[in-house]
């Protein structure tokens, strides 16, 4: 081999840890997000919500950043096979981060009218989605960072625990509006935000798809038991 071309491998090289450590920092502000999101629904602080959710510009920055670097990689390095995947991959998974970030933003949106109502016991239900969710991210971005398609793929299975608290917390809220109309609207809130923490999640699942096919080159075909049954219809019995 030539030095040139060992030289251009090296480039490449080089370009693509960097490009993967700068992917795994911006999957760390989205869990970051989602924390600062969690913390001012317990602090009832709407200026604290606004600045959560104008952190997402941030986010949304890296991930432009990302896709320029992403373009310039196609362009002038021209990867192929197993390289090709793993630009692909970047840009993927990149844009899963971006929405993770959307989500948890939302989340804080949603805070703001919630601060403004009488507090209701079910908000701290949301912790423990939201712990689960930021585990999930948090993983699979170790999963990324070591190109570990089988840590990966635990993973892409445990969101189901994710699915099922999910699906827990919705019954519970149907329950408390029904009990009490007054709860109807601090209610409507949160069945929104669990709904974006559980969205995460799947992203965190988009994540683990994308890196099983830049290690292995083919779909992650197995069938993820999915435990989220809140369009069912015995739920949607209770919410008539």
Not at 59 to 65: C, P, R
Not at 217 to 233: H, I, M, N, Y
Request: hydrophobic letters at 40%; charged letters at 30%.
């Amino acid at each position: 081999m030539s030095s040139g071309s060992e030289h251009i491998i090296k480039s490449y090289d080089s370009e693509l840890a960097r490009l993967t450590g700068e992917i795994v920092r911006m999957g760390e502000l989205s869990v970051t997000q989602l924390e600062s999101a969690l913390d001012v629904i317990a602090r009832r602080d709407e200026r604290a919500a606004q600045r959560v959710v104008a952190n997402d510009d941030a986010i949304d920055q890296l991930e432009q950043e990302i896709s320029h670097d992403v373009v310039r990689l196609l362009a002038l390095r021209a990867p192929m096979a197993g390289d090709l995947r793993n630009v692909f991959a970047a840009l993927r998974i990149a844009a899963d981060i971006e929405r993770i970030g959307d989500y948890a933003a939302n989340v804080a949106k949603r805070s703001i009218p919630l601060s403004m109502v009488a507090p209701i016991s079910p908000t701290k239900g949301l912790d423990y989605l939201a712990k689960l969710a930021a585990s999930e991210v948090r993983e699979v971005l170790v999963a990324y960072r070591d190109q570990d398609a089988e840590h990966a793929y635990q993973v892409w299975k445990s969101d189901a625990e994710l699915d099922e608290a999910y699906t827990g917390y919705f019954r519970q809220l149907l329950t408390y509006m029904m009990e009490d109309p007054r709860n109807i609207t601090p209610c409507t809130h949160l069945l929104f935000m669990a709904k974006n923490i559980e969205r995460i999640g799947d992203h965190a699942t988009n994540i683990a798809e994308s890196i099983w096919f830049q290690v292995h080159g083919e779909t992650l075909d197995k069938q993820r038991v999915k435990r989220d049954f809140t369009s069912s219809p015995e739920l949607t019995k209770l919410g008539e």
